[in-house]
């Protein structure tokens, strides 16, 4: 494996960044998580654009332009022979010294991993997910903005550890007014009475990539879509659940808290969307050779 670290590549065992950085020493950066299908970046410009966003929102100028940025990704796609894969994008604030002043951070470090996507087993996509909701709630908007998609992910990684501990693979997250907001690594849809709904992304989400593109393919599908603030009982309620998130595309949910959601399987709407996810994801995105 090649990776990219400042401009240049590196191998696996030589691919290293100084104890000094401050994405080690405080969570200070921000990434995205990026998938390639049959030799295309899917909804790259989409991530790129959000990198940029989360990076202004914390005061890092990515000291690269976003097209320079887009064909670094492409290149090292290339240099690992990627056609189908998982790209990870790091931008931390840079080496620095012990104390969290960033001004002693002098140049952003920008890292490119491109690699082979871990999946969930199959069957879970077959018979569909459990889930549970957890006691830690989803960072404030005036905390840590959760749209920011920052290297400091405790918040969600104590909610997933909470679920793991209850057997589930997700967590349900919800605010601190007791709305849905998102789980740990996905956005969360239900299905009522032919409807979609989302929470909206005031309730604390990141601004999924999926989420979006399963909207848009929804409506094209004659869906109407809604986002109103959702409770518990909205989930527990519904006809049919799922998760988006790049990596793990659209996940079927069967049951949230010991309540089995519809029938027990993963409803009609949901499979007729993962259909229509697939077949955007073999003939869109930026070609790679
Ligand atoms: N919410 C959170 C908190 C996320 O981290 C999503 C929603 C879904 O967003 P996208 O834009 O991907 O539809 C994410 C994305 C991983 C991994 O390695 C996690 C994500 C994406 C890709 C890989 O677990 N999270």
Redesign the pocket.
């Known amino acids: 494996m090649k990776v990219y670290i400042n401009g240049k590549f590196y191998s696996e065992k030589h691919a290293q960044i100084s104890v000094f950085d401050h994405g080690l020493l405080y969570g200070d950066g921000i990434f995205?998580?990026?998938?390639a299908y049959n030799g295309r970046v899917f909804?790259l410009k989409?991530?790129i654009d959000?990198l940029y966003s989360s990076a202004r929102a914390i005061l890092l100028t990515i000291p690269m332009s976003p097209a320079a940025l887009t064909r670094a990704v492409l290149e090292t796609c290339r240099a690992n022979r990627i056609r189908d894969g998982?790209i990870?994008l790091v931008v931390t604030r840079g080496v620095g010294t012990l104390g969290l002043d960033p001004k002693r951070c002098r140049r952003p470090s920008i890292i490119i991993i491109a690699d082979k996507i871990?999946l969930y087993p199959p069957s879970l996509y077959e018979r569909g997910m459990e889930i549970i909701t957890v006691p830690t709630t989803r960072n404030l908007h005036n905390a840590l903005n959760?749209a920011i998609?920052s290297l400091n992910?405790l918040n969600?990684i104590l909610a997933k550890i909470e679920a793991s501990n209850a057997g589930c693979e997700e967590a349900v997250?919800l605010n601190a007014e007791g709305f849905v907001a998102?789980?740990?690594?996905?956005?969360i849809f239900i299905v009522k009475q032919g409807e979609l709904l989302t929470p909206p992304l005031s309730a604390g989400?990141?601004?999924?990539?999926?989420?979006?593109?399963v909207i848009e393919l929804a409506e094209e599908a004659g869906y109407k879509v809604r986002e109103p603030n959702l409770t518990r009982y909205d989930l527990y309620n519904a006809d049919e659940c799922f998760l988006?998130?790049?990596?793990?595309e659209i996940v079927p949910v069967t049951r949230i808290d010991g309540r089995t959601i519809g029938r027990g399987r993963p409803g009609p709407v949901t499979r007729e969307l993962e259909q229509r996810y697939r077949a955007l994801t073999r003939i869109a995105g930026e070609p790679i050779y």
């Open positions: 995205e998580g990026i998938r909804k989409e991530h959000r998982y990870r871990q959760p998609k992910y969600n997250m998102e789980c740990t690594g996905d956005n989400a990141l601004y999924g990539i999926t989420r979006r593109t988006t998130g790049t990596g793990a």
